[in-house]
């Protein structure tokens, strides 16, 4: 997380990587990547968005070697068992 914390870096890393400046998030839960064996934790969060908070392409950091397609599909899509 580079010394931020989680609600920072979340913010950050989905406008690197949506393009999309979000506000107003919500942690849901944390768990242990592998309880026993690691002390990573991963932090699960929500937030609203629309139109007018894109402020980039997206698609991750190039120095990072990041590539990462943006694809938006509605709820009913999404929750979909196709």
Same mark, same amino acid.
């Given at each position: ?9 979340? &913010?950050?890393?989905?406008?690197? %990587?949506? *393009?999309y ?6 942690? #849901? ?21 629309? &139109?007018?908070?894109?402020?980039? %392409?997206? *698609? ?7 590539? #990462? ?8 899509q ?5």
């Open positions: 997380m580079d010394k931020d914390n989680a609600e920072d870096c979340i &913010k950050r890393e989905t406008e690197e %990587e949506t *393009g400046k979000i506000t107003d998030v919500r942690k #849901i839960f944390e768990a242990y990547m592998s309880p026993g064996s690691v002390t990573e934790i991963l932090y699960f969060f929500i937030a609203e968005y629309s &139109k007018e908070m894109k402020v980039a %392409e997206g *698609g991750g950091a190039e120095h990072e070697e990041e590539n #990462i397609e943006v694809i938006e599909t509605g709820i009913e999404a929750m979909s068992i196709d």
